[in-house]
T-cell receptor
């Protein structure tokens, strides 16, 4: 079974803090993704990575950066957290070819106060 | 126009009913289509892929209409456990295979 884990289920941070969200997958997948999910807006892609040290902007990259130093790990960084970044953050991974199924982690609910 | 559109619902149906959801997509170059299920406060999980010829998995049937650019999900004999949000997912071809999620349709099956 594919397993995608995220470092925290719940996180509360203050405005201006630097926030790190970690994601690890155990299936040797090349592709990894960070989404945020908000009511009425669905899942929106922040960044994705198709290989180690490679990254591409998604639909809403502003205010975020990412790091992929190892194949199994993809980190999302909020350089200076703001209240409008309060959201559910979901990491996903996917192999190449096949069904293109994405496997999601359990999510991190981030609250910025 | 949104890339992928779904009626957010909620759809409230009695147990045993048949319910259908549609999802429209705007990019005619879209190549792969999926339905994901997301339970409350959980992550999305793949329910089924959608093939051009249509496909069935038990009580669930998915269909694709490329001419009208929509996919559908039919659930027969609804169970309480089917209560969830159903996400339509559309993938563009090419090197990256851009994936777009709909906002989801909420289904509540009532006893």
């Amino acid at each position: 079974d594919v397993k995608v884990t995220q470092s925290s289920r719940y996180l509360v941070k203050r405005t201006g803090e630097k926030v790190f969200l970690e994601c690890v997958q155990d299936m040797d997948h090349e592709n990894m993704f960070w989404y945020r999910q908000d009511p009425g807006l669905g899942l929106r892609l922040i960044y994705f990575s198709y290989d180690v040290k490679m990254k591409e902007k998604g639909d809403i990259p502003e205010g975020y950066s990412v790091s992929r130093e190892k194949k199994e790990r993809f980190s999302l960084i909020l350089e200076s957290a703001s209240t409008n970044q309060t959201s559910m953050y979901l990491c996903a991974s996917r192999g190449t070819g096949g069904t293109y199924e994405q496997y999601f982690g359990p999510g991190t609910r981030l609250t910025v106060t | 126009r949104k890339e992928v559109e779904q009626d957010p619902g909620p759809f409230n149906v009695p147990e045993g009913a048949t319910v259908a959801f549609n999802c429209t997509y705007s990019n005619s170059a879209s190549q792969s289509f999926f339905w994901y299920r997301q339970d409350c406060r959980k992550e999305p999980k793949l329910l089924m892929s959608v093939y051009s010829s249509g496909n069935e998995d038990g009580r669930f049937t998915a269909q694709l209409n490329r001419a009208s650019q929509y996919i559908s999900l039919l659930i027969r004999d609804s169970k309480l456990s089917d209560s969830a949000t159903y996400l339509c997912v559309v993938t563009l071809g090419g090197g990256y295979q851009k994936v777009t999620f709909g906002i989801g349709t909420k289904l509540q099956v009532i006893p």
